[in-house]
């Protein structure tokens, strides 16, 4: 009886070891273009390879399920002369939400068009919302007092409450976020990190759901408005990626790609002075256990099978955002544009 537990065991590690995924060596892209007019477009919902939600710079935000052949679009207006600015849109995987950047902030219901929260401040600006599940969603924005602000809603998105800022710890003069890809968040049950940029590019941490914080220093390009982090992806607790740059010299490839392999706590800068330049996006290709990623920008499309470790320039064309349906489908979205491209299953 050992003997054969033995052998089981070892088979186990064998077919283990056959089994390890082996990442596709992307050399360039394909992509399928659908023009959007007098819309800018910095956050999508991807539900499938075929439907997507998108929030826009219009008041719109359309959905199609049609691969973008056909839209239904709804317009919204706030007080008959606001018309919201949306660069945040997150579903709890029943109902639809988009939250509008600048004064007033403006979270509204995607199906009646409920504004479900509202805050007035001259120094309002919301940056980035995602949800963890059909309850919990958590909301990032810029500083109005001495922290960042943090919205977070526990019933579904139905009310949301703004953290305190003793709970959060003190940003300095001049450290805000980036409204580019509504990637400033990312959530792994309960676990929220949110990036920062300007004065300090950091990583803000809470292992329970935003009722505590602490933070990380990165080594990311950092001190000046335009400079810092512009997205993270984690693909599992402890090993995650970030990207930025400074938008102002988007060509300048210089301490804009870092990763972790502890949770965030420490970051490593990689791929220095090499592809990829400034970006604003970036995500692991899910089911590619971590080693697949895109990273995507108005300086173009770049990939890593390596995990963040080298990259290799896919396309030129410029996008603010990537995110995708499954391991082979993803939707790009940028100004007046949406893109889908297709991979190769091998």
């Known amino acids: 009886m050992i003997k054969n537990v033995t052998l089981i065991f ?30 800018s477009i910095r956050a ?7 439907t997507l939600y998108y929030a826009g710079s219009n008041g719109d935000v359309g959905f199609t399920q049609s691969n973008g052949l056909q839209w239904e679009v709804k317009q919204f207006q706030y007080q008959d002369s606001i018309v919201p600015h949306f660069r945040s849109i997150a579903s709890n995987g029943k109902e639809i939400y988009a939250l509008s950047i600048a004064n007033p902030a403006l979270l509204y219901r995607y199906t009646d ?3 479900v929260y509202q805050e007035e401040h001259e120094k309002v600006f919301y940056d980035s919302m995602k949800f963890a599940n059909e309850q919990l969603g958590v909301a990032m924005g810029d500083p109005t007092d001495n922290c960042i602000s943090i919205l ?30 509504n990637t400033n968040i990312k959530i792994i049950d309960n676990i929220i990190w949110i990036v920062t940029g300007g004065a300090k590019a950091r990583v803000f941490k809470s292992v329970d759901f935003g009722d505590t914080w602490e933070v ?3 080594p990311i390009i950092q001190g000046d408005g335009p400079q810092g982090i512009y997205s993270v992806d984690f693909a599992y607790e402890l090993n995650g990626i970030v990207v930025g740059g400074n938008y102002s010299k988007p060509n300048e490839n210089k301490a804009n790609k870092a990763i972790t392999t502890d949770g965030g706590k420490t970051w490593q800068l990689v791929a220095d002075g090499l592809n990829p330049n400034y970006k604003s996006c970036v995500q692991y290709v899910p089911n590619t256990e971590g080693k697949e990623v895109f ?44 893109g889908k491209i297709v991979l190769p299953n091998e």
């Open 10 to 39: 070892a088979l186990f590690l064998l077919f283990s070891c056959d089994g390890e995924y082996q990442p596709r060596d992307l050399k360039s892209l394909e992509i399928k273009e659908i023009i959007m007019d007098s819309t």
């Open 44 to 50: 999508v919902h991807v539900v499938n390879d075929s």
């Open 113 to 115: 068009k409920t504004i």
């Open 152 to 181: 977070i809603t526990k019933d579904g998105g139905d009310s949301w409450t703004k953290v305190p800022c003793d709970r959060i710890p003190v940003v300095v003069e001049g450290e805000a976020a980036f409204a580019a890809s």
């Open 216 to 218: 990380f220093d990165t």
């Open 295 to 338: 990273a995507v920008g108005k300086t173009g499309i770049s990939y890593s099978m390596d995990g963040g470790l080298t990259w290799t320039e896919v396309s030129k064309e410029g996008y603010y955002g990537i995110q995708f349906a499954n391991k082979n489908v993803a939707w790009l979205y940028g100004h007046q544009k949406l």
